[in-house]
């Protein structure tokens, strides 16, 4: 399966600042994803990351607390926005495609984000 | 709606021996994907197993194994000869086919293998 690694890995930031996080993978894939974890919580979709085009949101996100980029079909960033208590979380990046069976679906070893 | 049930929220099992967590889910979609993944303390998540709904067969993989009922819409893991590295977070997960991506996960078992 595809190598997928993540920047920072973890992170303690203070309210109101932002953070953007990395997301690599070894191989070109076709599908991208963003989720996020609360603490206690199971896994929830934040968005598909589209390459060449704008990411596609879930309902409760938006864009502007949580813009993505993905300029080629390696790399993601995920950014934080204005950050309160809430949005800590760890944060994971999906993939479909690429080197795995188009019907496996891949996590990288996420970025674990506390806001104070 | 679409939905994934995991009514056990924590087993225990011991070393060596074999332990079933439950799955069931909800969809009137005739294409899907099933998943398992493994969350140890460290946060990754790590793909276990996955079992297409139009599989003739249950899925496999190494000490992994999905018992997959249809009818009943329930997609169990069973993982044989627990070893102590198997304590961790379980979840059991869905997608949707026709290029639907969003995977909807249950709320997980915590499964912790003793000596």
């Known amino acids: 399966s595809a190598v997928i690694s993540q920047k920072p890995s973890r992170d303690i930031c203070q309210r109101g600042t932002s953070l953007t996080i990395q997301c690599q993978v070894d191989?070109?894939?076709?599908?991208m994803f963003w989720y996020r974890q609360q603490p206690g919580q199971s896994l929830t979709l934040i968005a598909t990351?589209?390459?060449?085009?704008?990411?596609?949101?879930e309902s409760g996100f938006v864009i502007d607390k949580f813009p993505i980029s993905r300029p080629n079909l390696t790399f993601s960033t995920l950014t934080v926005s204005n950050m309160s208590p809430e949005d800590s979380s760890i944060y994971l990046c999906s993939i479909r495609g690429g080197k795995s069976s188009y019907n496996e679906q891949f996590f990288g070893p996420g970025t674990r984000l506390t806001v104070l | 709606a679409q939905k994934i049930t995991q009514t056990q929220p924590g087993m225990f099992v011991q070393e060596k021996e074999a332990v079933t967590l439950d799955c069931t889910y909800d969809t009137s979609d005739p294409s899907y994907g099933l998943f398992w993944y493994k969350q140890p303390s460290s946060g990754e998540m790590i793909f276990l197993i996955y079992q297409g709904s139009y599989d003739q067969q249950n899925a496999t993989e190494g000490r992994y194994s999905l018992n997959f009922q249809k009818a009943r819409k329930s997609a169990n893991l069973v993982i044989s000869a627990s070893q102590l590295g198997d304590s961790a977070m379980y979840f059991c997960a869905m997608n949707l086919g026709g290029g639907y991506n969003k995977l909807i996960f249950g709320a997980g078992t915590r499964l912790a293998v003793h000596p």
């Open positions: 990351a589209n390459q060449g085009s704008e990411a596609t949101y």
């Open positions: 191989s070109q894939v076709t599908m």
